[in-house]
Structure formats: C-alpha cells, structure tokens
T-cell receptor, first 112, second 113 residues
Framework: NAGVTQTPKFQVLKTGQSMTLQCAQD?????MYWYRQDPGMGLRLIYY???????DKGEVPNGYNVSRLNKREFSLRLESAAPSQTSVYFC???????????FGSGTRLTVV | GESVGLHLPTLSVQEGDNSIINCAYSNSASDYFIWYKQESGKGPQFIID?????DKRQGQRVTVLLNKTVKHLSLQIAATQPGDSAVYFCAENSKTSGSRLTFGEGTQLTVNP
C-alpha cells in the first residue's frame, strides 16, 4: 500500500517551459488536492477534485491546470512556468470529510 | 532577486520536557480538527484528530484539547524527543468548506538535547 505517490521528486525548469506533475493514490479516496508550500509559509490550495470527474479552483489557481484522469490519478500542469512557481508541491487525498488528508512526499520545483 | 518568506512561530524545548503547541481557528462551524507533523523535506503526516463533540483526545505521547468556546486547539507532546522536531500544523474542516481542510500557518518545534 503505497498511499499517495508523486512524480517527479525534483524538477528544474526554464521560464516558459511546461510540465505535468503526477499524483496517484491507491486508497480508493474520493477527493484529491494540490497544494504549494513556500519557505516559511503554510499550505496553499491550488486546485482540488471532490470526486472523479470534478475539479475546482482553490486559493492560488492562476498559472495551473489540473486533470482528474480517473479516481486514482490527479495531475497538475504548468503550461508556461514562471520563477514565482518555484515551490514544493504536495498532492493529497481524502476519503470523505470525516477524515484527514494523506499527503504525498512532495515535488520540489525550481523555475530559473 | 531576493525572496522574503514569513517566519513561522517557533517553540524551543529541552528534551524530556512537555511541549504545547497552540492553534486558533475562526470558523464556529468547524466540526473536525487535525494535527499534522511535517519534518524537513517530507510531506505532512497525520498525528491526531478530534471531532467537535469532544474536548480531549489522547494518543501515544500526544493529547489534543479543543475549546470551542474560544475557538482554540492545542497539541500537547509529552516527554518531547529530538525526533519530534518538526513543523506542526493544525487543520479544520467545516460543512461550509466542503471537502477542503483549512490549514493554520504552522509552528516550528525545536527540541534541544
């Protein structure tokens, strides 16, 4: 039981490049989330998917897109990376509102 | 250029002491609360949770206290160990926020040997 798996763990992009961060969970959770965490700051919600087939914007969605490919997978895409998107990205999942999130180990992204 | 980040609240304790980390929340409709621990370079890990129909819950070396009157949550760690050094986040859930948790800013706990 791997929990929440994120790939890649590290990535360096040049400004303007695009990439997709992958996230998969094997716990049959309904809801999935993408957060970013900047130094000395808390977690900020980018996008979430309350159930398969739905996605919604969070607190900081600009510059990102998401796809809930199926119940297991929720990807985050940066179409044109900017230095302001340098951050650590966490994916999380949850079965329902009576339980907490399970987090992945994060993707450390640097945009130069 | 330079980037300036916010400084997390910090708590420094001696090994073996008890630690108390506090969290205030604002939503009176919040009905479920969680504490997470985040070690350097890792994702947040669940420590303990509590529902709004309780005011205290105990785990292994950890206790969460909930005071709904003043909207305050605390995490007590008994006999703090160096391995407890991490950032601790509280999170809350309410029916108005749907499936989303709202996270606090975090507290950096440092345990001195």
């Amino acid at each position: 039981n791997a929990g929440v798996t994120q790939t890649p763990k590290f990535q360096v992009l040049k400004t303007g490049q695009s990439m997709t961060l992958q996230c998969a969970q094997d716990m049959n959770h309904n809801s999935m989330y993408w957060y970013r965490q900047d130094p000395g700051m808390g977690l900020r919600l980018i996008y979430y998917s309350a159930s398969e087939g739905t996605t919604d914007k969070g607190e900081v969605p600009n510059g990102y897109n998401v796809s809930r490919l199926n119940k297991r997978e929720f990807s985050l895409r940066l179409e044109s990376a900017a230095p302001s998107q340098t951050s650590v990205y966490f994916c999380a999942s949850r079965t329902d509102s009576n339980y907490g999130y399970t987090f992945g180990s994060g993707t450390r992204l640097t945009v130069v | 250029g330079e980037s300036v980040g916010l400084h997390l609240p910090t708590l420094s304790v001696q090994e073996g002491d008890n630690s108390i980390i506090n969290c205030a929340y604002s939503n009176s409709a919040s009905d479920y609360f969680i504490w997470y621990k985040q070690e350097s370079g890792k994702g947040p890990q669940f420590i303990i949770d509590i529902r709004s129909n309780m005011d205290k819950r105990q785990g292994q070396r950890v206790t969460v206290l909930l005071n709904k009157t003043v909207k305050h949550l605390s995490l007590q760690i008994a006999a703090t160990q160096p391995g407890d050094s991490a950032v601790y986040f509280c999170a809350e859930n309410s029916k108005t926020s749907g499936s989303r948790l709202t996270f606090g800013e975090g507290t950096q706990l440092t345990v001195n040997p």
